[in-house]
């Protein structure tokens, strides 16, 4: 894949270049700022920019506003968005818009190398990748009335796998439990958050999260 | 070990091999390179300054602010007082002064007075009257704390239009009566004095009997004239030092806080610097949020990438050559949180003293740092500790933003206050109101103590902290 990266930290963004040119991707601009990134997207087009959500000069959610105008801009452009901490706020601001081609993962992520890639290309053919920790704060604040608080642990769990775009098969792999008793436990899920059932993964971890964020 | 810097003579020269062989600082004796003092932009805050600091480091002329001079606040007559001569001749130019305002004074109470009673019967003139005199009253009072201030080092506050009536009434009264003598004395032991002496060294001399009851004596006219003459200029001399002081006191009295309105400033005072602190430690805390987020967490997650690609890798040596750059990465983060702790508290200033903490800030400076350690005992924590970090802070700009070459850095006490200086030989403009400054700044001000920036572009900067040694009392410690 073609791949812009904007970072303030030289350090990490030579890094993260380096990682992903071993994985076999282009970076074909790699910038520190948030005007240099919407330069660079317009420049370049290329098919996911990975965007620090802190960057100068305010160093308070440039990035986010940055990836909201590529977003809006240039939807064929796949958003990855990085960030130091878990804002769920964050989170349904990024999802106000379409869901396709948008992620949102915790800056530490890229250290599990295997697992940001995939979580990347998926970003890339348009999917959609939520961080688990983003679904874990959310069921943390959940109330007892609250739908959420009636889950069960393993369909949290598997409600964190579901937003990390992951498909059925790819849940069962990761939970070590079949593919049908991982179908029982999302069929279970939309149940109780009373959704009704849509076809597509992306449109799956949409209807949650924006069911979680409202 | 501990070192008790209390344990320490005082001590002139500078910190460094004499005391710690062992310790590579890189001291050398800046004192003579140092640039005079003087001739640049001055910044004052004292504790009660409201007042928005102005002066842009880009202006060019030199200019001297001093924000905060309030009434409660009577300058040192030793800050500009000068030679005792000089003294003495503002002094009898002001009684000069005086005696003239006086007559002024007195005619315009007249012609007030006057007007008051013809316009009496009617509203309007009534109310013109009053108009007339209140400008004239408080023009006067203007000049007077003008000349009390020009002549007799004296600053009042603004006075109260309500109390400009009976101080002038007062002051064009005994005030003048007063300076009148004191003249008249001064010109009568001149006049004696230059006779005697006349006489004395022409020989033109008479002699001059004198005969009281039992006493029969014939006297020289230039002995006798010359001890008159001194004699009537001691007095006079006297007489103008205790009309001085009637002068200063009867304007305090009617200009001077009283004891609500010196409390009223205090409050104020305590609000300012009490939500001064609060900001500044959100500064602080913001400041060490960025240290982590930018260095330490950023090399945590640049390590995790190297040992991330070397378990992803297939090449062996590929492996190999990513696990030393872990290695060597993890020994850089583990260096970058030392230096964030240490940024965020020296463990040392505690366990060593202010003496100790220092050196290892001129350790770490990256240039070369002399510190002149003027303290016979350790000040109390609070006051060590501010010590230190508008210190620490001065040499960090020094070094990062005014290319300094060197830094002069001088810790002084009397008895009432510790006070450090620290002078660069960078190119100055340093702003005052920046982050780093303005947080020391409240950080001092918090303890009464008072923070000045002089920093003129093309440098030199000096900055300089004063801290009171003991907590301030009540609010009467105020107004002198």
Not at chain 1, 115 to 140: C, H, I, Q, Y
Not at chain 1, 169 to 174: D, L, S, T
């Amino acid at each position: 894949m073609r791949l812009i990266l904007a970072d303030d930290s030289v350090l990490f963004r030579e890094g993260l270049v380096r990682l992903l040119e071993e994985a076999g991707h282009a970076v074909v601009a790699a910038v520190g700022d948030a005007p240099g990134l919407l330069a660079a997207v317009d420049e370049h087009r290329p098919d996911v920019a990975i965007v620090d959500v802190r960057m100068p000069p305010g160093q308070a959610g440039e990035g986010l506003r940055a990836s909201l105008a590529i977003r809006e801009r240039r939807p064929d452009v796949g958003v990855l968005v990085l960030s130091q901490y878990v804002e769920t706020t964050y989170a349904s601001r990024l999802l106000a818009g379409a869901p396709e081609g948008l992620g949102y993962l915790l800056k530490d992520r890229v250290t599990e190398v295997g697992e940001f890639l995939e979580s990347l290309e998926r970003v890339g053919a348009g999917g959609t990748v939520f961080d688990p920790e983003v679904v874990r704060r959310l069921l943390a604040r959940t109330t007892r009335s609250d739908p959420l608080g009636r889950l069960t642990p393993r369909e949290a769990q598997v409600l964190e796998h579901l937003a990390q775009g992951l498909v059925n098969a790819a849940i069962a792999e990761r939970l070590h439990v079949s593919q049908s008793a991982v179908e029982k436990h999302v069929n279970a899920i939309f149940d109780k958050l009373g959704l009704a059932r849509v076809p597509g993964y992306s449109r799956r971890v949409l209807a949650v999260l924006r069911y979680l964020g409202a | 070990m501990i070192v008790h810097t209390a344990a320490l003579p005082f001590r002139a020269d500078p910190l460094g091999a004499a005391e710690s062989p062992s310790c590579p600082v890189s001291v050398v004796n800046a004192v003579s390179r140092c640039p005079p003092e003087g001739g640049g932009k001055v910044n004052t805050i004292h504790p009660m300054s409201t007042t928005p600091r102005t002066n842009a480091p880009s202006r060019p002329a030199p200019r001297s602010l001093r924000a905060g001079a309030t009434a409660a606040r009577t300058r040192a007559p030793a800050a500009r007082g000068g030679a005792p001569v000089a003294r003495a001749a503002r002094r009898v130019a002001g009684l000069a002064a005086g005696a003239v305002t006086g007559v002024v004074e007195l005619g315009f109470l007249g012609v007030a007075g006057v007007l008051f009673v013809a316009l009496a019967p009617w509203p309007a003139g009534r109310r013109a009257a009053r108009r007339f005199a209140d400008a004239g009253a408080a023009r006067l009072v203007a000049l007077e704390r003008a000349r009390l201030a020009a002549w007799f080092d004296h600053d009042t506050g603004r006075m109260p239009a309500t109390s400009g009536y009976g101080y002038l009434a007062l002051r064009a009264t005994a005030g003048t009566v007063a300076s009148q003598l004191a003249l008249t004395g001064l010109f009568l032991g001149l006049l004696f004095l230059a006779g005697g002496v006349e006489s004395l060294l022409s020989g033109g001399s008479y002699l001059v009997p004198l005969r009281y009851p039992g006493v029969h004596l014939t006297v020289d006219s230039g002995p006798l004239g010359t001890a008159y003459g001194l004699g009537l200029l001691a007095l006079a001399a006297l007489w103008g030092a205790a009309t001085v002081t009637g002068e200063r006191r009867l304007a305090a009295y009617f200009a001077g806080p009283g004891e609500r309105e010196a409390m009223r400033r205090r409050i104020e005072e305590l609000t300012a610097t009490r939500s001064g602190i609060v900001r500044a430690v959100d500064d602080e805390r913001r400041r060490i949020e960025r240290d982590l987020h930018d260095g330490v967490q950023q090399r945590g997650v640049a390590l995790g990438m190297l040992l991330g690609r070397a378990r992803h890798g297939a090449d062996p040596a590929a492996v190999a050559a990513l696990v030393d750059q872990a290695y060597a990465e993890s020994r850089r983060l583990l260096d970058e949180l030392r230096s964030v702790a240490w940024r965020v508290y020296p463990a040392d200033l505690d366990e060593l003293g202010l003496r100790a903490a220092l050196a290892g800030v001129a350790e770490r400076a990256g240039l070369p740092v002399t510190v002149r350690h003027g303290l016979a005992e350790r000040p109390v924590s609070e006051i060590e500790t501010a010590v230190y970090f508008v210190v620490r802070e001065a040499i960090a700009n020094a070094a990062k933003h005014a290319d300094a070459r060197e830094v002069l850095v001088v810790l002084s006490e009397d008895e009432r206050a510790v006070t450090a200086r620290i002078r660069d030989d960078g190119r100055g403009g340093a702003d005052p109101a920046g982050g780093g400054l303005s947080g020391l700044e409240r950080r001092v001000l918090a303890l009464d103590g008072t923070f000045e920036v002089e920093s003129p572009p093309g440098g030199p900067t000096t900055i300089t902290a004063t801290l009171p040694r003991a907590v301030r009392e009540g609010p009467g410690a105020s107004c002198a």
